[in-house]
């Protein structure tokens, strides 16, 4: 029972260039998101999934776009990689809205 | 959208009761109140929630003022491995969980 699993821990884009950033969780959960944490601030919501076949923007939605591929698969895509993008992404699942989520250990994206 | 409010940081001696508080006072009755933590660089890891009763786990335990618009968690015995920022989060949304962080609390223990 691995969680969530985020793939690749880290990555070094130029700027311009695109990327898919991978998600998966065996716990069969309903619901999974995408956060942003930028260096001394809290997370930020980019995208949600409140079930399969589902997906919502969250705070800071522009410049990416997600796939909910599956249950178990929630990809998160950056099509033109910009510095402003650098970040510490994590997804996170959830069985439900009322549950606690879990979270991946993070990728560590540097655009430049 | 229940905001919540958090002083940034507070330090705790080890072995002594960490409490944080939070202000959620624009809370919806069917909305819960949920604590997470950050340690270090991790990725957050769910503490506790509760709707208006007190809970405990075996991390900690959760108290909510009987008006609901402000909560404590409580540590009962810090130890140095508990620094790590706590974020208290009321999520909004209705049929979905948008769990929206703020900058929550900075909690040093000190040896």
């Known amino acids: 029972n691995a969680g969530v699993t985020q793939t690749p821990k880290f990555q070094v884009l130029k700027t311009g260039q695109s990327m898919t950033l991978q998600c998966a969780q065996d716990?069969?959960?309903?619901?999974m998101y995408w956060y942003r944490q930028d260096p001394g601030m809290g997370l930020r919501l980019i995208y949600y999934?409140?079930?399969?076949?589902?997906?919502d923007k969250g705070e800071v939605p522009n410049g990416y776009n997600v796939s909910r591929l599956n249950k178990r698969e929630f990809s998160l895509r950056l099509e033109s990689a910009a510095p402003s993008q650098t970040s510490v992404y994590f997804c996170?699942?959830?069985?439900?809205?009322?549950?606690?989520?879990?979270f991946g250990q993070g990728t560590r994206l540097t655009v430049v | 959208d229940a905001k919540t409010t958090q002083p940034p940081s507070m330090d705790c001696a080890e072995g002594r009761a960490a409490n944080l508080p939070c202000n959620h006072s624009?809370?919806?009755?069917?909305?819960?109140v949920y604590w997470y933590r950050q340690i270090h660089s991790q990725g957050p890891q769910y503490i506790i929630h509760?709707?208006?009763n007190n809970e405990t786990n075996e991390m900690a335990s959760l108290i909510i003022t009987e008006d609901r618009k402000s909560s404590t968690l409580i540590l009962p015995h810090a130890t140095l491995r508990d620094t790590a920022v706590y974020y208290c989060?009321?999520?909004?949304?209705?049929?979905?969980?948008?769990?929206?962080f703020g900058t929550g609390t900075l909690l040093a223990v000190q040896p």
């Open positions: 999934s409140a079930s399969e076949g589902t997906t």
């Open positions: 509760g709707l208006k």
């Open positions: 716990m069969n959960h309903n619901s």
């Open positions: 624009t809370i919806s009755g069917n909305e819960y």
């Open positions: 996170a699942s959830s069985e439900w809205w009322d549950d606690e989520a879990f």
């Open positions: 989060i009321v999520p909004y949304g209705g049929a979905t969980n948008k769990l929206i």
